[in-house]
């Protein structure tokens, strides 16, 4: 039966109408003032359009020594970081989906708690620091290895998992590391893809364990030079001052440029996780 049209369905496309509007406004905002010339920016004629496009200031940041070994850092934190978390992740994940586990329920309820409380930053920093953990790239990596939220949707994916793969498993011979290794995480595609994804963003824009935890310039991510660029309206990567107007507003087209740089290429990995992301994020969390 062919659907009408109706006044709730325009109601219902003007209100995703607006919600894209307003994701992808301040995002075409920045993309243009970033590629525009500096008179048109000091001019404030910018809107959703570049006037006298110009590469300036992309080519500024990228000549910023800093910038570079930020993105280097960020790069490796993240592909480092989300491979950590997953494997972590999927195998507690995995053990705690089995009945039969000893304790089970005493585990799961320890890592409920955490949903809810946690130890506190300086408590958490004490431990990182008596594990000699400060100023290396393990301060960004281990202490946020773990997300309860991503094992337990995890483990309702495992839950949910057909009893007969196991048993197959088990069948050819196969103890339990190799039947989740073999059997349990080729076929776990879409949760991996998606909790992958959740741990990979999380990892990109964490900028505060490195705050807590790395005193060192040469290990900063990118989300800190960035984050330093606009409490401090600092020329970014051309070095240039905050004093007087015009540098003021051409900072700000630096700031822009620094802020796409960083954010594109964690976008550009959604599109290949699309057809995972649904899937994994309804069946993982089909029953509770």
């Known amino acids: ?40 920016v000091l001019k404030g004629e910018v809107f959703l359009w570049p006037k006298d496009f110009s590469l300036n200031t992309y080519a500024s940041v990228f000549d910023n020594p800093d910038i570079g070994i930020a ?63 400060i100023d290396t790239i393990w301060a960004m990596i281990l202490p946020t290895a773990v997300s309860s939220w991503n094992l337990i949707v995890m483990r309702t994916f495992f839950t949910n998992m057909p009893q007969e793969v196991e048993e197959s498993g088990k069948i050819d011979g196969l103890t339990d590391i190799g039947i989740f290794f073999r059997l349990v995480l080729p076929l776990s595609k879409a949760i991996l893809a998606t909790i992958g994804l959740f741990y990979g963003v999380a990892i990109w824009n964490n900028f505060f364990s490195a705050l807590l935890y790395l005193r060192d310039a040469d290990l ?21 001052g905050n004093i007087g107007g015009d540098n003021l507003l051409i900072d700000e087209s630096l700031k822009y440029a620094t802020i796409i740089v960083t954010t594109v290429p964690i976008l550009l990995i959604y599109p290949f996780l699309q057809k995972y992301f649904a899937k994994g994020a309804l069946i993982g969390s089909v029953k509770g």
């Open 1 to 40: 039966m062919k659907h009408k049209f109706n006044v709730f369905d325009a109601l219902i496309y003007l209100v995703l109408l607006g919600v894209v509007v307003s994701a992808l406004y301040p995002f075409i905002y920045m993309i243009a003032v970033s590629l525009s010339g500096p008179v048109p």
């Open 71 to 133: 993105y280097r850092n960020t790069i490796l934190y993240t592909v480092l970081g989300t491979f950590i978390s997953l494997f972590v992740s999927a195998a507690g994940a995995y053990a705690l989906s089995k009945r039969t586990m000893l304790f089970r329920n005493f585990f799961m309820i320890m890592v409920v708690i955490t949903l809810f409380f946690s130890g506190g930053m300086i408590p958490t920093f004490l431990v990182v620091k008596s594990y000699n953990l």
């Open 220 to 240: 900063l991510p990118l989300q800190v030079i960035i984050r330093n660029m606009v409490l401090q309206g600092s020329g970014g990567a051309n070095g240039a």
